[in-house]
């Protein structure tokens, strides 16, 4: 069996990341747009919410109490070697509040309901589910895109809260039990240690990766080309992108936020 | 076998538009890749008039429906639904078009995470009409495709047919003026064919709904042409020879991207094109 290479030109590559770069704009922005007309369907926005925010619960329980852990473990070794086991507190509470909590929590559910959307939109466009839907006189990214936009935001900021309090239990179980950190050592280092600049930085993320998520799930879902292999594409490009989006828009705000209000 | 009857039957009356026709094609091209699907194509639908289309796969009639209700755009030429030119028409405003237009998707195209029920209220939904009357209209609409024991069903508990004529009700559930069906017996066995057949052809004679439809059989567009709906018995009955011209029913065939036929039975029959002349025999 003969193989054959078709080479592709650099340019049409470029001119496909191009418009690709271009469409998912416009979605976001429609998505946006979308939040000040009517109707708003506040009912699927909802249901939403609890899809992506309850049934993500589990899983961003797991992680959160289990980084905290880690962060609290592998800091606790070389901190010994200082005598400043007691400092365990504020280096978990710093790095779950304003790096790891949202990071991670952001990753977890791009993972779950990126690809979920993804698959859902992307099966609605090769059974002409979406065409049905604006040939009924519906805007899409209206009834679709704007509220899974939406509920992901808003879900997020409070899954990442979760998973802060949870690493910082995590913390808490390690710091305490192997390495016999008194309690209230422990709870008044993670509360002190934390300026308003963090829990800022902490909390302003998770909104951005929600809006992430969703959009670039809901964007991959809805340009699904080649039935069923298409949306397995669909599927597995949104996670890839939406999580490389998400590590990229990271840097740059934890960047941004550190030329606003300065280094600690 | 006779259709149930549909309480409300005032809609028909469609609006005559400023085109004068419900649906016009003025040299209408698209192509995909650089291959020509349809090239030069102009057609008129008048008011209260059903045509059928045929061609071979792949000819562009599935296409062509896409163009009439915006959801393809053409590469050049004009579309004019109900007066309105599709072509200069936004998004939204499509939007607010669509909504005097019904369509029947080929695969029927039901939202597979709604029941039955909420498929064919969709419309009514979005319209914010209050809950009783959308259940009333509902039950109406299922009564007349012959499914109301259908209504909490989902759409995969449904047979092909079932789906179809699902689709069906929820295109004509807001009385539209004009009808847009892709294949609407493609797939089907005689009797339920026979059965959407007799409900195209009521929406046609009793509504007066002007239609466009995508077809492989020609023998339901021949039946089409040749039975009228009768509103006495409440069924289709055979039209008494020679009066087979007189329901508005005609034929548009599509060849290489191209308009070879477009006229009534009559002419069809007695074409002498040897293209015609093999595809209908």
């Known amino acids: 069996m003969a193989f054959e290479l ?15 770069v271009q469409e998912y704009t416009l979605l976001s922005l429609q998505s946006l747009a979308n939040f000040f007309r009517r109707p708003l369907y506040m009912g699927d926005m909802v249901q939403q919410a ?68 993804a698959s859902e939109l992307g099966s609605m466009i090769v059974t002409e589910q979406i065409d049905a839907m604006r040939a009924l006189g519906t805007d899409p990214t209206k009834k679709l895109v704007t509220p899974r936009v939406g509920a992901t935001a808003f879900m997020l900021f409070f899954l990442t809260i979760i998973a802060d309090l949870l690493g910082l239990i995590g913390g808490y179980g390690v710091a305490h039990l192997l390495f016999g950190l008194d309690t209230q050592q422990y709870w008044t280092s993670v509360w002190q240690i934390l300026v308003f600049r963090d829990v800022f930085t902490g909390l302003i993320k998770p909104v951005l990766f929600g809006f992430i998520i969703a959009t670039v799930g809901c964007y991959y879902g809805i340009s699904t080309r080649g039935g069923t292999q298409g949306v397995g594409r669909s599927t597995t490009q949104a996670v890839v992108a939406s999580s490389v989006l998400i590590l990229i828009v990271d840097f740059f705000v934890t960047k941004l936020i550190f030329a606003i209000f300065g280094y600690r | 076998m006779p259709a149930p009857t549909l309480p409300s039957e005032n809609a028909a009356a469609s609006a005559v538009s400023p085109s004068g026709y419900a649906i016009e094609f003025d040299n209408v091209s698209i192509a995909f890749d650089e291959k020509v699907v349809l090239d030069s194509i ?44 599709v072509t200069r028409m936004s998004e939204q405003e499509l ?85 847009l069906y892709d294949s609407p017996t493609g797939g089907l066995d005689p009797v339920t064919s026979n059965t959407i057949v007799e409900l195209i052809v009521k929406q046609r004679d009793v509504y007066k709904t002007s239609a466009l439809m995508v077809t492989h059989r020609l023998q339901d567009a021949f039946t089409m042409a040749t039975h ?50 093999e595809y209908i025999s």
Do not use: W
């Open chain 2, 42 to 85: 102009s057609f008129q639908l008048p008011h209260g008039e059903t045509k059928a289309l045929f061609g071979v796969a792949g000819s562009g009639k599935s296409t062509l429906l896409k163009l009439a209700i915006g959801l393809m755009r053409p590469d050049s030429g004009r579309i004019f639904v109900l007066g309105e030119e």
């Open chain 2, 95 to 179: 939007f607010e078009l669509r909504r005097r237009v019904g369509i029947v998707f080929q695969e029927s195209a039901l939202f597979d995470s709604m029941p039955v029920y909420e498929n064919v209220a969709f419309r009514l939904m979005e319209e914010g009409i209050p809950g009783e009357e959308i259940e009333r209209r509902v039950r109406e609409v299922l009564r007349f495709v012959e499914l109301e024991r259908t209504y909490d069903m989902f759409p995969s508990e449904l047979s092909g047919g079932m789906r179809r004529r699902v689709a069906i009700a929820r295109a004509i559930i807001t009385e539209p003026e004009v009808l």
């Open chain 2, 228 to 277: 009228q709906f009768d509103k006495a018995t409440n069924q289709m009955i055979p039209l008494p020879k020679g009066q087979h011209c007189e329901v508005p029913m005609s034929f548009l065939i599509l060849r290489d991207g191209k308009v070879i036929f477009d006229g009534d039975a009559h002419k069809l029959v007695t074409s002498r094109d040897d293209y015609i002349r």
């Open chain 1, 50 to 117: 609890d899809l992506i925010g309850v049934g993500s619960l589990p899983i961003v329980i797991l992680t959160g109490l289990s980084v905290g852990a880690l962060l609290a473990l592998n800091s606790a070794s070389t901190l010994q070697r200082f005598g400043g086991v007691t400092l365990i507190g504020q280096l978990v509470s710093l790095g779950m509040v304003t790096e790891l909590g949202p990071l991670i929590t952001g990753l977890m559910v791009a993972g779950r309901n990126a690809s979920g959307m």
């Open chain 1, 6 to 20: 078709e080479l592709i030109s650099p340019f049409e590559v470029a001119k496909d990341v191009a418009l690709a």
